[in-house]
């Protein structure tokens, strides 16, 4: 099993960026999938989730209305589309993923529930 995290960068206040993370070695369809993120000095945070096999999601108050989450099953990755960036998003992101027989979806944004966990990709937005 294996997360592929990609599409960070550096922006400014304002901007978007568009994070994937593509899985292999299972399927979107039982699994759900989320991403945390954790700047330098702070625990990591769950930001969104979203289950492989009826879509529905899970988001952060602080990203609500700036952040989406979506899944494409046939390309095994899910995507994080983020809008209207702020400097207090900047972190790294990672993507996660937990079988849905053993998830908790009460405490979605905990990360030790989490089994597998991609390599993080970067996100910086500047003032």
């Known amino acids: 099993v294996q997360l592929q995290a990609s599409g960070g960068g550096l922006v400014q206040t304002g901007g978007s960026l568009r994070l994937s993370c593509t899985a292999s070695g299972f399927t979107l369809d039982y699994y759900s999938m989320c991403w945390f993120r954790q700047a330098p000095g702070k625990e990591r945070e769950g930001v969104s989730c979203?289950?492989?096999?009826?879509?529905?999601?899970y988001y952060a108050e602080s990203v609500k209305g700036r952040f989406t989450i979506s899944r494409d099953n046939a390309k095994n990755t899910v995507y994080l589309q983020m809008n209207s960036l702020k400097p207090v998003d900047t972190a790294g992101y990672y993507c996660?993923?937990?079988?849905?027989?053993?998830?908790?979806?009460?405490?979605?944004?905990?990360?030790?529930?989490?089994?597998?966990w991609g390599q993080g990709t970067q996100v910086t937005v500047s003032s």
């Open positions: 979203i289950v492989g096999s009826d879509g529905t999601t």
């Open positions: 996660a993923a937990d079988q849905l027989d053993e998830w908790n979806g009460n405490m979605w944004y905990v990360p030790t529930q989490y089994n597998y």
